[in-house]
């Protein structure tokens, strides 16, 4: 082949040929799988070699500018293999997707495809998982690792110009295994495979390795402050992103050549081994972790265009910052400002500092404003960064700047919106019924009643983790089943939330009772409201329970029990009583009687107490006293209970006769008496 195009060429022909076999080649490769929305394109090799594997490119990247239009993030034609992942099972690298003959990944295992690249969900919709993304799913054993990849909205854009990069690991076996991750991205700008990568303060030109807390929120690449082609920008660390453990940043050929480890080139340029072209790479690593049967972890970063705000001039300027953040009452996290200063001149740049100027509502979280850079050849390019922090104090559209001065330039200046928005602003309203009826049979009505709150989300942001408590005073308690704590997941801006309980009036204490409400989410601040209900004095009672009930007269051949109890309801400043019980005595015989919780006191019996006289169909003046330890406030005590003994089939009423009820003040006390109903039955039972 090589010897014919040597002939074509020295007949002139060689230039025809060589864009007419490149059109013959891009016209027969397969369109693979893709998807783009205005700003980026994501393409994925379709396999079956290197299946999974993709790439992205900017369709009209950056709105404000034309130039970085059509151009490469991750380099990839329509079959992307250069960018891939790696999925360490139980210590041993398996490549993810299909078999390679190319160098990234070559001769590592590789699983099995039991889902071949395909689109799924609507193009058109907003959020996930209804809107488009290419899906891919590949077995390692016990392993199934599921691709998804998406559009987002970059932190620092505000639109859905990144990539979104997911995946989800799920042990589908009986044991558990150790399960890592390593993606590896083959970033590309443009034409410019070599361009430097900035984090925070750092220009990235040699091999590095950032682990834990030096992982960047984002990093940056671009070629040129004063007329670039394409900003790109992965961001690590944000709502729905996993932080990777460590980040390795070296030359392409290293990370294809090695599926995991190899031994790092610290402060080697980018240069691939036995080349002379630069090449830039990023890996993301998270380290290998046990996973249980079932169970299925989740890994998530974004990659796409970066949103920095540009100045040209002699000292070009460009300022980047997340777009939008969120101010919280509490836990509030810093964010990254990054300025960028180019020399775009032809001049060394003497005595260069970089000024930041925030507006009120933001703070620096620490350092100074002013960064000084010192001297900055022709075509160098140097960078600050500082972490802020929201006030409170202001919010909405705020405006940030960036200033830099030099003793021999121009100095320049650049301008950034970013939006602060509110927090969660959690308003509460609790209704109750105004106050409880007491119906004529001694009830309260309604009762059980409800206890209604209508929480509404009145700040920008979204609230997470949204609780609300009820509490209750002495004198009301949650029916069962009924929770105090109602939590919901989110709670959007503007959203209005009406939750409700189901609460009983005990009888004591009465009076206006309060019903108090508390919530707090995420971010905001706590809130409480209260709702007043109030609860009359009910009559004391005194009850036979249960007030009616049937029973054989023989159980296993023998007279049946029947236990009879005597209440008090409610019990106030329960000092003593004495009760007469009457009954038809040719239906029921008593045994004995045992004093209730009344007579009690932390397991002591109190006396004087009286098991009554019994005299034929009666037991007289049961009871006693507490002496000095009445019983204050108890919506209802057991103040005897009646053993009796069927005797013979019929019906019978049980009646009370009290003769005294004493308060702690011995003052007699009205009451009322609810009497009993006993039916003996000549069936046997057999238990």
Same mark, same amino acid.
């Given at each position: 082949?090589?010897?014919?195009?040597?002939?074509?060429?020295?007949?002139?022909?060689? !230039?025809?040929?060589?864009?007419?076999?490149?059109?013959?080649?891009?016209?027969?490769?397969?369109?693979?799988?893709?998807?783009?929305?205005? /700003?980026?394109?994501?393409?994925?090799?379709?396999?079956?070699?290197?299946?999974?594997?993709?790439?992205?490119?900017?369709?009209?990247?950056?709105?404000?500018?034309?130039s970085d239009d059509n151009r490469v993030l991750i380099y990839g034609s329509r079959e992307p293999w250069t960018s891939y992942t790696t999925v360490m099972v139980d210590g041993k690298p398996f490549v993810f997707g299909g078999p390679t003959s190319r160098r990234a990944g070559l001769g590592a295992s590789v699983g099995e495809?039991?889902?071949?690249?395909?689109?799924?969900?609507?193009?058109?919709?907003?959020?996930?998982?209804?809107?488009?993304?290419?899906?891919?799913?590949?077995?390692?054993?016990?392993?199934?690792?599921?691709?998804?990849?998406?559009?987002?909205?970059?932190?620092?854009?505000?639109?859905?110009?990144?990539?979104?990069?997911?995946?989800?690991?799920?042990?589908?076996?009986?044991?558990?295994?150790?399960?890592?991750?390593?993606?590896?991205?083959?970033?590309?700008?443009?034409?410019?495979?070599?361009?430097?990568?900035?984090?925070?303060? $750092?220009?990235?030109?040699?091999?590095?390795?950032?682990?834990?807390?030096?992982?960047?929120?984002?990093?940056?690449?671009?070629?040129?402050?004063?007329?670039?082609?394409?900003?790109?920008?992965?961001?690590?660390? *944000?709502?729905?992103?996993?932080?990777?453990?460590?980040?390795?940043?070296?030359? &392409?050929?290293?990370?294809?050549?090695?599926? &995991?480890?190899?031994?790092?080139?610290?402060?080697?340029? /980018?240069?691939?081994? +036995?080349?002379?072209?630069?090449?830039?790479?990023?890996?993301?690593?998270?380290?290998?972790?046990?996973?249980?049967?079932?169970? !299925?972890?989740?890994?998530?970063?974004?990659?796409?265009?970066?949103?920095?705000?540009?100045?040209?001039?002699?000292?070009?300027?460009? #300022?980047?910052?997340?777009?939008?953040?969120?101010?919280?009452?509490?836990?509030?996290?810093?964010?990254?400002?990054?300025?960028?200063?180019?020399?775009?001149?032809?001049?060394?740049?003497?005595?260069?500092?970089?000024?930041?100027?925030?507006?009120?509502?933001?703070? #620096?979280?620490? *350092?100074?404003?002013?960064?000084?850079?010192?001297? #900055?050849?022709? +075509?160098?390019?140097?960078?600050?960064? &500082?972490?802020?922090?929201?006030?409170?104090?202001?919010?909405?559209?705020?405006?940030?700047?960036?200033?830099?001065?030099?003793?021999?330039?121009?100095?320049?200046?650049?301008?950034?919106?970013?939006?602060?928005?509110?927090?969660?602003?959690?308003?509460?309203?609790?209704?109750?019924?105004?106050?409880?009826?007491?119906?004529?049979?001694?009830?309260?009505?309604?009762?059980?009643?409800?206890?209604?709150?209508?929480?509404?989300?009145?700040?920008?942001?979204? *609230?997470?983790?949204?609780?609300?408590?009820?509490? #209750?005073?002495?004198?009301?308690?949650?029916?069962? +089943?009924?929770?105090?704590?109602?939590?919901?997941?989110? /709670?959007?801006?503007?959203?209005?939330?009406?939750?409700?309980?189901?609460?009983?009036?005990?009888?004591?204490?009465?009076?206006?009772?309060?019903? $108090?409400?508390?919530?707090?989410?995420?971010?905001? $601040?706590?809130?409480?409201?209260?709702?007043?209900?109030?609860?009359?004095?009910?009559?004391?009672?005194?009850?036979?329970?249960?007030?009616?009930?049937?029973?054989?007269?023989?159980?296993?051949?023998?007279?049946?029990?029947?236990?009879?109890?005597?209440?008090?309801?409610?019990?106030?400043? /329960?000092? *003593?009583?004495?009760?007469?019980?009457?009954?038809?005595?040719?239906?029921?015989?008593?045994?004995?009687?045992?004093?209730?919780?009344?007579?009690?006191?932390? +397991?002591?019996?109190?006396?004087?107490?009286?098991?009554?006289?019994?005299?034929?169909?009666?037991?007289?003046?049961?009871?006693?006293?507490?002496?000095?330890?009445?019983?204050?406030?108890?919506?209802? !005590?057991?103040?005897?209970?009646?053993?009796?003994?069927?005797?013979?089939?019929?019906?019978?009423?049980?009646?009370?006769?009290?003769?005294?009820?004493?308060?702690?003040?011995?003052?007699?006390?009205?009451?009322?008496?609810?009497?009993?109903?006993?039916?003996?039955?000549?069936?046997?039972?057999?238990?």
């Amino acid at each position: 082949m090589r010897a014919i195009l040597l002939i074509l060429a020295s007949a002139g022909l060689f !230039t025809l040929l060589l864009i007419a076999c490149q059109a013959g080649e891009l016209a027969s490769a397969p369109a693979g799988v893709a998807i783009s929305n205005e /700003f980026v394109r994501i393409r994925v090799n379709p396999g079956p070699q290197e299946a999974g594997r993709f790439a992205v490119d900017t369709t009209g990247g950056d709105p404000s500018r034309t130039s970085d239009d059509n151009r490469v993030l991750i380099y990839g034609s329509r079959e992307p293999w250069t960018s891939y992942t790696t999925v360490m099972v139980d210590g041993k690298p398996f490549v993810f997707g299909g078999p390679t003959s190319r160098r990234a990944g070559l001769g590592a295992s590789v699983g099995e495809v039991v889902q071949p690249p395909r689109v799924e969900g609507d193009a058109t919709a907003e959020r996930s998982p209804a809107a488009s993304q290419v899906v891919c799913a590949v077995r390692f054993g016990d392993v199934e690792v599921t691709q998804q990849l998406g559009f987002s909205r970059s932190p620092t854009t505000r639109v859905k110009d990144a990539a979104q990069i997911i995946y989800q690991i799920t042990n589908r076996g009986q044991s558990p295994h150790s399960v890592g991750l390593r993606t590896v991205l083959d970033t590309m700008l443009g034409a410019n495979d070599g361009a430097p990568l900035r984090a925070g303060d $750092k220009a990235i030109t040699t091999a590095i390795r950032l682990v834990g807390q030096d992982v960047p929120d984002y990093w940056q690449a671009f070629d040129s402050l004063s007329q670039p082609a394409v900003i790109s920008q992965g961001t690590l660390r *944000g709502e729905g992103l996993t932080a990777p453990e460590r980040v390795e940043m070296v030359d &392409w050929g290293t990370l294809a050549d090695s599926p &995991w480890e190899f031994p790092f080139p610290e402060g080697a340029d /980018f240069t691939r081994r +036995g080349e002379q072209e630069q090449d830039t790479a990023v890996a993301l690593y998270w380290d290998p972790r046990p996973l249980n049967p079932g169970e !299925t972890r989740t890994y998530a970063t974004l990659y796409g265009v970066g949103g920095v705000s540009l100045s040209p001039a002699q000292l070009s300027l460009g #300022l980047t910052a997340p777009a939008e953040v969120d101010y919280q009452y509490e836990d509030m996290k810093p964010f990254l400002i990054v300025a960028y200063v180019e020399n775009s001149g032809g001049f060394e740049s003497r005595g260069t500092a970089c000024a930041l100027d925030l507006p009120r509502g933001l703070k #620096l979280a620490e *350092g100074e404003a002013k960064a000084r850079l010192g001297l #900055l050849k022709p +075509g160098e390019t140097k960078q600050a960064s &500082w972490k802020a922090l929201p006030t409170g104090e202001a919010g909405g559209s705020l405006k940030i700047a960036a200033s830099v001065t030099s003793d021999n330039l121009e100095p320049n200046r650049v301008v950034r919106e970013i939006v602060v928005n509110s927090p969660p602003r959690i308003s509460l309203a609790v209704t109750t019924p105004y106050r409880l009826q007491v119906t004529e049979d001694n009830r309260y009505s309604p009762n059980p009643f409800e206890v209604k709150v209508v929480a509404t989300n009145r700040g920008a942001q979204v *609230g997470r983790n949204l609780v609300i408590t009820l509490q #209750l005073p002495e004198g009301l308690q949650l029916e069962r +089943g009924e929770s105090a704590i109602l939590v919901r997941e989110r /709670f959007e801006p503007g959203q209005t939330e009406t939750l409700s309980w189901w609460v009983r009036a005990l009888g004591l204490p009465t009076g206006d009772l309060a019903v $108090k409400v508390k919530a707090a989410a995420a971010g905001a $601040k706590s809130v409480e409201a209260t709702s007043a209900i109030s609860v009359p004095e009910l009559t004391p009672e005194f009850r036979v329970y249960p007030q009616r009930q049937t029973v054989p007269a023989i159980t296993d051949g023998k007279p049946t029990l029947i236990p009879i109890a005597v209440k008090l309801a409610p019990a106030r400043q /329960f000092l *003593g009583c004495r009760v007469t019980v009457s009954y038809d005595s040719a239906v029921l015989e008593p045994l004995y009687v045992s004093r209730g919780e009344a007579f009690v006191d932390a +397991g002591r019996l109190l006396s004087p107490w009286s098991e009554g006289r019994r005299e034929e169909g009666r037991i007289i003046e049961i009871g006693g006293e507490r002496q000095a330890a009445p019983l204050l406030n108890a919506p209802e !005590t057991t103040l005897f209970t009646i053993v009796f003994l069927a005797r013979s089939a019929g019906e019978t009423e049980v009646m009370l006769e009290p003769t005294s009820l004493l308060s702690s003040d011995r003052a007699e006390v009205p009451f009322r008496v609810v009497a009993g109903h006993v039916t003996v039955q000549t069936t046997e039972v057999s238990q």
